[in-house]
């Protein structure tokens, strides 16, 4: 049966699967082409595309040369940066923050010889803005004007005709430890609705009642008689510091206090500590020379009561028009709650309003400045931008990187939102806190990891900083050595602390490469997406999606990203040729839909509504769910403005490029009526991901099988035909293995009559390819291929290096060949051997113990004969063994085996990461996530030997040797657990040459 035309793109040249509905053997490992800039690139990828870690230091109690050690270790593994932080959550015994702690001259020590060593091994190195986070510096207290406030309300019940006369109210929630000053912000009084209760939580209000009692106070006392009609409240509001201090204990003596992230003084703080503190000549020098960020975490604010910012009732009132202070009871917070509460409609529109000046004040007193100052001493500034309610997208659009995170983010839409800001500002990456696993110490495996990690990659991320490589040792750690967060609040903790303490730093160089060469891609040319989705609040990490096209449109090859009202005042916010932002995504249409934030209801801001209907009369497509008659501002509106903007929404929705659907699933209509195309095409997927750039030469589609995102999913191999929109006629499709670094032009696949190519995309759970199309010479390696199949009986075709074409498949038989012109050809396989089941091994183990200190490892071996292949629990001397397993067994090849046969060496279930050698030779890096290597090339007829070497996590162990914070944890099945069979294939080859019958085109021989 002819197979479906394309290739298994999933195949990198050293491995296959053939458990994959294609089921096509691979080519061995090929030294990469010596042609194209991008190609030689691509196989030795620089630093600044490799992926970084966290780097857990114990506060500045550490050891200059352990540092230089680690940068030397981290280097050696191909990982490309660092990110000093002091995180000390599991630090048992205290750490002198006078000698020791963070910006003392003991830290700034450390960090000059990390910054040292690194640019001689060639790591980039970032700074965290302060110890631990939120940003904090010592120097401040609570009570500084530098200092991060709240508003704290105070309350007493009036009955109607009563007179209140004394002290104000109190506050209901105490001061921080360390608070001493707070400052009278208003007196206030407010009716509580009829029928309510003055003790509810919260209480209702009647807005209209709301009035200022400032008159009436002297020396904090009230003199006032309440209307003789219903039970009033009397507010009253002190501005004082929240006393919050950076996470973990003690860093720096005297205590650091988190600075005001929302006033030029708090901004003030920071810097100017780092001046007169930190930057030496000599750091001032190194930082230039290793050139990597500042970083700030996500934003989490902690206060008892109502965020605060001395300046924001001037601020608030400048900014939206109106006065803040009759509106103040809807803000005021305890823990986190709202006390108080008029109206729906008002509560919302003054709370937007409020976290909209917030979100300005931020970007203008601390975002901006920040990055003004990093940049000039030739850092970037990376931030996490999200962490309360405020315009993520607008943030990630200033800063020089924006960041999210693997453990805090709900879903992949919460990344697609900082790459709308991303993309729409013109920035290149999005980093990743990558890896982190809640309960996941010393049981986080590699191939978890990746196999959430490349899920995000689709997603728009193209930066993995893992969670993370921690120092060695500190007062109090156990074996294996210190870890941030390990244990951590008496139980496992976080995972993962990475490095030579795991069995599974010995591979990680591969994952190193793996990972460098698949943001090299992803960081190479612009980001390309088809729709963009506009949502009236720029909020990140909500967890919501887009209508109808991240439920429905993803699996079918729709991309999309989104995009706040403050991204289309950005200078690429221009339509051209009907596309939006068309020199960066290049969206072909944009997404409106109610505000998802509160219930769809249909808000749209004035000046959004205006720039839609003028990119909808330049042409741009425009899609609309929904009746919105019921339309109206998001904020507190004006006299006029309601109206004003139902008349722009008609206007919008009389333009020929808007498409107004009923509801969501009614997208299609729109979609087809407005002749959109999407740049990747395939059959309903649930598990198919992509995500495509471009540049001046090519365009470049990474593709993943998501094996995490789909609740209650274990993963399966897909197998799906992919069509790609092409830019030119003359492209040629290349598979790039991020595995091994090879480019090589694919043969099998088809070229439409509408210019688009079509090709098999088949990948194992978690597995990625990289597909570019572009002409061969400058960008690619070698000359343009003169021909490719587009499909093929037989399992797999391939082209040798002399252009002949070459037939696999594991089976004997005549297997029947079409190629683009529509010549088909026919050739033989002769016998192929049967698969053959290797249940016979000699393992010799690793078994690693704790050492004579709590960052030593003792290394025992332990050989074992097994006659079938078993996880190591199951094996009574490696029950509750970690470390590496050396698999090695025999297999006689007999006269049978020829030139012209190969073999795949499916290994089946692994834990966790493995190597394979054959007859002594070490093969190439092997795709962690598919287990099939093809194994041909190192062959022999005769007996062979073929190793396979296996790591495990340290779980197992620290069962035993630390019981009492690892020993609820489940064992771990360790080891080469199979089952493994060598499943030979049979080649054969024919020659391609010009035929007259084909009109010039090629034919076969």
């Not at 709308?420 to 999005?430: E, F, I, T």
């Not at 002749?675 to 991901?689: F, T």
Request: proline share 7%; glycine share 10%; with cysteine.
């Amino acid at each position: 049966m002819a197979a479906a035309a394309g290739v298994v793109a999933a195949l990198p040249a050293a491995t296959a699967h053939v458990a994959a509905a294609a089921g096509a053997p691979a080519a061995p490992a090929t030294a990469p082409h010596s042609g194209g800039a991008f190609a030689r690139s691509f196989a030795a990828p620089g630093a600044r595309v490799r992926p970084k870690f966290r780097w857990w230091w114990p506060d500045a109690l550490v050891d200059a040369d352990e540092i230089e050690r680690e940068i030397d270790q981290i280097a050696a593994a191909g990982f490309g940066g660092v990110e000093i932080a002091a995180v000390t959550h599991s630090v048992s015994e205290p750490i002198n923050p006078s000698r020791h702690g963070w910006g003392t001259p003991a830290w700034v020590a450390a960090v000059e010889t990390a910054l040292h060593r690194a640019a001689v091994r060639d790591v980039v190195v970032d700074l965290t803005i302060g110890p631990a986070w939120p940003a904090a510096v010592p120097g401040i207290t609570p009570d500084s004007t530098a200092a991060t406030k709240e508003l704290a309300h105070g309350v007493a019940v009036v009955t109607g005709a009563t007179a209140f006369t004394g002290p104000l109210p109190e506050p209901v929630t105490a001061a921080s430890s360390g608070v001493t000053a707070r400052k009278l912000r208003s007196v206030q009084a407010a009716r509580v609705v009829s029928g309510t209760s003055p003790t509810a939580f919260p209480a209702q209000l009647e807005k209209a009642s709301v009035t200022d009692l400032a008159a009436h106070v002297s020396a904090d006392r009230l003199d006032w008689t309440a209307p003789d009609d219903g039970t009033w409240l009397v507010i009253a509001c002190y501005e004082r510091g929240s006393g919050q201090r950076p996470e973990g204990p003690a860093h720096t003596s005297p205590l650091s206090y988190v600075v005001d992230h929302f006033s030029e003084a708090g901004t003030r703080a920071v810097i100017d500590f780092w001046e007169s503190r930190i930057l030496t000549p000599r750091m001032r020098k190194l930082l230039r020379e290793t050139g990597g960020a500042l970083f700030e975490d996500s934003m989490e604010m902690e206060t008892h009561a109502t965020l605060w910012t001395p300046s924001i009732m001037a601020e608030f009132e400048r900014r939206m028009g109106y006065s803040l202070l009759p509106y103040l009871p809807a803000l005021l917070q305890t823990k986190e709650k709202y006390a108080f509460s008029f109206d729906a409609a008002t509560n919302k529109a003054v709370r937007r309003d409020y976290m909209e000046v917030v979100t300005e004040l931020y970007v203008e007193n601390h975002l901006l400045p920040v990055q003004k100052w990093a940049n000039g001493l030739g850092l970037e500034l990376r931030i996490q931008p999200y962490g309360l309610q405020t315009d993520a997208m607008y943030k990630s659009a200033l800063l020089d990187v924006t960041e999210g995170e693997s453990l805090g983010f709900k879903n992949l839409d919460d990344f697609r939102c900082l790459a709308g800001g991303r993309d729409m500002g013109g920035k290149l990456v999005l980093s990743n806190e990558a890896g982190g696993t809640a309960g996941g110490a010393y049981a986080t495996t590699w191939d978890a990891t990746l196999k959430k990690l490349v899920t995000q990659y689709a997603a728009g991320v193209n930066q993995a900083v893992f969670h993370g490589f921690a120092y060695a040792d500190a007062p109090g750690a156990a074996w294996p050595g210190f870890a941030a967060f390990s244990p951590y609040n008496g139980g496992t903790g976080y995972g993962e602390a990475w490095g030579p303490r795991q069995p599974t730093w010995g591979h990680a160089a591969d994952i190193a490469g793996y990972l460098s060469r698949t943001q090299q891609v992803l960081q190479t040319g612009v980001n390309k997406v088809d729709i963009g989705v506009l949502w009236q609040k720029g909020y990140a990490g909500s967890g919501l999606g887009a209508s109808w096209f991240t439920a429905d449109g993803v699996p079918v090859g729709w991309t999309h990203l989104f995009l706040s009202p403050r991204l289309l005042s950005l200078p690429g916010a221009v339509v051209r040729e009907r596309r939006f932002a068309p020199d960066g995504p290049a969206y072909k249409a944009l997404l409106v839909d109610g505000d998802v934030m509160i219930g769809r209801e249909h808000t749209l801001q004035l000046d959004v509504a205006e720039k839609l209907v003028g990119y909808a009369r330049q042409g741009l497509p425009i899609i609309v769910i929904g009746d919105w008659k019921d339309g109206h501002v998001p904020g507190l509106p004006r006299s006029g403005d309601n109206e004003r903007l139902l008349r722009l929404i008609a206007e919008l929705l009389a333009q020929p490029s808007v498409f107004n659907v009923p509801d969501r699933p009614d997208v299609p209509r729109a979609i087809a009526a407005l002749g959109l195309q999407r740049d990747v095409e395939y059959a309903q997927s649930s598990m198919l991901l992509h995500t495509h750039r471009a540049d001046t030469e090519a365009d470049y589609y990474f593709f993943a099988n998501d094996a995490v995102s789909k609740k209650g999913s274990t993963g399966a191999p897909i197998s799906h035909d992919v069509t790609l929109t092409t830019r030119r006629p003359d492209v040629v499709p290349y598979r790039l293995d991020a595995w091994t670094g090879t480019v090589e032009p694919l043969t099998s696949y088809t070229r439409l009559d509408d210019g688009r190519i079509r090709l098999r995309i088949s990948l194992a759970p978690g597995a990625t390819t990289i597909i570019a199309t572009a002409r061969a010479g400058k960008w690619a390696p070698g000359p343009a291929p003169t021909w490719n199949a587009t499909s093929s009986e037989a399992s797999e075709v391939r082209r040798t290096k002399d252009g002949r074409l070459e037939i696999r498949d594991s089976r004997p038989g005549t297997y029947a060949t079409t190629l683009q012109n529509g010549a088909t050809v026919s050739a033989t396989i002769e016998d192929v051997a049967e698969p053959m089941a290797l249940t016979g091994w000699t393992l010799t183990a690793e078994d690693w113990t704790p050492g004579a200190t709590a960052s030593s490892t003792t290394k025992n071996l332990r050989t074992i004969e097994l006659d079938g292949l078993r996880p190591w629990p199951e094996i009574p001397e490696l029950a509750d063994s970690s470390g590496v397993g050396r698999y090695r067994t025999t297999v006689t090849l007999g006269p049978a085996w020829s030139g012209g046969h190969g073999a795949l060496l499916e290994l089946g279930e692994v834990f966790d990461t493995y190597r394979v050698s054959v007859n002594g030779h070490a093969l190439p890096p092997a795709d962690q996530l598919t287990a099939v290597v093809d194994v041909g090339p190192w062959l022999r007829r005769g007996t062979n030997t073929i190793e396979v070497e296996v790591a495990t996590s340290l779980l197992n162990r620290l069962r035993v040797s630390n019981a009492p914070v690892f020993g609820v944890a489940k064992r771990q099945n360790y080891g080469l657990v199979g089952p493994v069979r060598l499943v030979p294939y049979g080649r054969a080859v024919t020659e391609v040459r010009r035929s007259a019958s084909a009109g010039g085109r090629p034919a076969l021989a």
